[in-house]
């Protein structure tokens, strides 16, 4: 049966075929519907109207674990119910798990079969991530597919526990502590790839000192420096570098990356720390990307068939653009992964000590 298709019985005894995808019901066998050449998966051409469930249709991904963070709500939530309702396991990484399991039995709701779990990791907390790491690796899975998705914006400065501006945190270092604390396991389900979920914004700042080193100083500033749109593109910027230098380190692993832009002012619940913000945004809701077309390019980047292999780029709208030249710097992409590794050695380090 094609994905999110049951053949049940009615009231009469007659065989029917439900479409729990698409809340439907008839009597007509949709095998029948689906020629050899119309479940081939072949390149095709997707544009800023596309939405997630329709590159995904006809593929079967039961074979599939995918780990989302941040899922329980806007875009992520989105990207988890369509890779849940065509048959991967689908896991939610997220800080709120009451929030995190509503958003489960969202997807359950729509399909009973779809199989969908939350698991608790705060990225604002490098020991909450090692502890998500370490219970993942418990479940003895393999990890296909790893979106790191989750991000804060505009919020009022604030530092984490471990002593970091919370925005630079939670956008950048959390996930590359996740990465690197589960590429062992990516390197085993290889091919397997990463998504880096980013924004236009990176292109709007820069994070370079005057010896052409990337600054702890412009990442997590003191108070009476911070302004939070800066720090969210900083935190974007990041993304991008960060992508860039793990699709050159892991490539050879059979481990690929990308970083996207899921669209432009998608109305989201990332925006509700400002009030002014969120009212810019309300404003601009009816000229914006639906949730599920904001999931579009997240999903191609982590299923196209022609992309297998391709890594190391940037994309908006499912094709594949040219990021900012710093983005695109391997220079300033080193220098981010050397002050990333060694923000986290340092709080391991202070952890170990305790």
């Not at 984490?160 to 085993?188: A, I, K, P, W």
């Not at 709007?204 to 990442?219: E, N, P, R």
């Amino acid at each position: 049966m094609p994905y999110g298709w049951e053949q049940e019985t009615d009231e009469k005894g007659q065989i029917i075929y439900v479409d729990h995808i698409n809340k439907r019901t008839t009597y007509f066998d949709p095998r029948q519907a689906f020629t050899v050449e119309d479940v081939m998966v072949k390149p095709k051409r997707y544009d800023g109207n596309t939405a997630a469930l329709e590159i995904l249709q006809g593929r079967d991904l039961s074979d599939r674990v995918v780990l989302i963070t941040g899922g329980n709500s806007g875009i992520g939530f989105e990207t988890a119910r369509s890779f849940a309702l065509h048959g991967a396991h689908v896991i939610l990484a997220c800080r709120n798990l009451s929030r995190a399991s509503k958003a489960v039995s969202l997807i359950q709701q729509e399909w009973h079969k779809a199989r969908v779990e939350a698991m608790m990791c705060n990225l604002a907390s490098l020991r909450s991530v090692r502890e998500f790491a370490e219970s993942f690796k418990a479940k003895k899975l393999p990890l296909h597919i790893l979106v790191c998705n989750a991000a804060v914006c505009t919020q009022p400065w604030t530092l984490t526990e471990d002593g970091l501006e919370s925005t630079f945190q939670v956008c950048h270092l959390g996930h590359f502590l996740l990465v690197q604390s589960l590429q062992d396991v990516l390197r085993r389900s290889a091919p397997a790839r990463v998504v880096v979920v980013s924004s236009e914004s990176h292109r709007f700042t820069d994070l370079l000192d005057s010896c052409g080193k990337v600054d702890l100083a412009l990442l997590s500033p003191a108070k009476k420096e911070y302004w939070s749109m800066l720090a969210y593109n900083r935190a974007k910027l990041c993304n991008v570098l960060f992508s860039n230098e793990l699709h050159r380190r892991l490539s050879p692993h059979g481990v690929t990356s990308n970083a996207v832009h899921p669209g432009n002012m998608i109305y989201t619940s990332i925006h509700r720390s400002w009030w002014l913000m969120t009212f810019l945004f309300t404003l601009a809701r009816p000229f914006t990307k639906s949730l599920q077309q904001g999931a579009a390019t997240v999903v191609y980047c982590a299923v196209a068939p022609e992309l297998e292999g391709l890594g190391g780029m940037y994309f908006n709208n499912c094709f594949r653009c040219q990021p900012s030249e710093q983005a695109e710097d391997p220079s300033s992409a080193a220098s981010l992964w050397e002050l990333s590794e060694r923000l986290v050695a340092e709080r391991s380090a202070g952890v170990q000590a305790l």
